[in-house]
């Protein structure tokens, strides 16, 4: 196989641990903290777990482990939205099985949880381990969506579980798998069968965290990879002068991406959606927020800009939100019928019938190619697909229109030529920045010493992740302790509770105070690309989020 020279480099970079898990495993105990409640709903959740509700915070420290030699046998899933650091979290939990007994064995399951369900797996040897380490993807084994969810597929997990005579499976996932992990976990012993189930907390979007998942991995390399590109973006606005960039980001309905990379880029304009969902605030109100930084720019001649925008931003707005829930009731009742209809004609004036007044002029008005992603492009329930929609390219429509009444009115002078962009798959299989790399590689091995200590329904935590590697702390917490109940589809199912943008935050309150400023200003940061090889102040630094929530809550957010 060809590889690049940079591959090749980074094959031999030797992850940092924290100290304690440099020890001899035999050196490491398992200490017991505290019992865990989760957020909220305890009483539900404590019926929903009866077998793995209310288990402690464990914390690995220097002690005397009689566990570790045991031959193992372990399954791993790669699960959800590729992350940088995937392939480190695996190298991290083989490298721990072999050194607590060289006989034991992982097993990777192909394709996500499907994987699990239909037995499809690959054992992994040292070969193919070197292969990946410190690299980007998940390709090793692969990932899916597949979620847990029949008693059918409940069976056929136990059944692989008892074919494969396993003691173990990780769950490498964001919340949706984390909680899969959490309910498989719990049907397991229920079941009285011995295999565990240990999760790993991942997603580029950074909505997994607490006060012992400071965060999520691949968060740090991809907002990177994206702040690099948009102070390139920013780099040759200032140089052209000539466009207003419009720039999309990943993060789902989260908006954790986009405020890391405004702190990191310094823009004109950020939209984070939870303020716009807190808020209310609307279409014309959200134009109105690009229109003053564009015309204030145009006043001193700088017609160049650049704008954020989080991906789910579009279904917080409060009109938008609610003729999106009307799509979705509609066609929940509708749908077959409304599939007969050929033409985006006939389904607009179909719709004309079902929906409210003030949303089916919203969606005449929207400019064509948007209001046929919200009728066509649906998912396999019906519903819209909010990441599909083109939230940067409506803005751009909206703003030209709304600067041509301006400038009828005498009010703008200025130019206004666009681009848009979006970027997502661009960070999610980056090269692992030495921070994911070496926080990977410790959720991994730390997973593997709650295996070995013999716990299930544990999500891995290394934590403490601001200071350097050797004092990072490393343990686990019950997947329970992050749930609460939450409605999915008309019923109460538990939940890991997902971790939005905090108004009251230490970073949104840091962005918040500049942002006027940046606005008309042109301020931009160049963070340039993420280096692997350098002084710490340059490779080994972690993101503005969590430096800023770890010195506003030193416990943790
Ligand atoms: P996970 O939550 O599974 O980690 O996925 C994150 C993400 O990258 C989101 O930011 C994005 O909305 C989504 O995955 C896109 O995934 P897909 O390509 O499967 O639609």
Redesign the pocket.
Known sequence: MEISNLQRARYTYSPKLPAILREELENIALKRGELAEAISDQGDLKLFFRNTYGKPIVNFEKGDNLHVGKKLNVGVILS??Q?PGGHNVIAGLFDGLKKGNAESQLIGFLGGPAGLIENKYTILTADTIDQYRNTGGFDVIGSG?TKIETPDQFAASLETAKKLNLDAIVII?????NTNAALLAEYFVENDYPTQIIGCP????GDLKNEYIETSF?FDTAVKTYSELIGNIGRDANSAKKYWHFIKL???SASHIALECALQTQPNVCFISEEVSEKQISFAQIIDIITNAVVKRADKGENFGVILIP?GMIEFIPEMKQLIEELNDTMGVYGREFEQLNSFIERLYFLDRYISETSYTLLKNLPSQIAEQLLIDRDPHGNVQV?RIDTEKLLIRMTEKRLKELKAQGVYKGKFATFSHFF??EG?CAAPSNFDADYCYSLGFTAFMLIAAGLTGYISSVRNLTAPAEQWIAGGIPLTMMMNMEQRHGIKKPVIKKALVELDGAPFKTFRAKREQWAINTCYLFPGAIQYFGPPEVCDQPTKTLVLEKTSHPKGV
């Open positions: 959800g939205g992350a969506r996932g964001g919340d949706d798998s991942k997603t580029i979007d691949g990943m993060g789902r991906e990441s997502g798959y999610r």
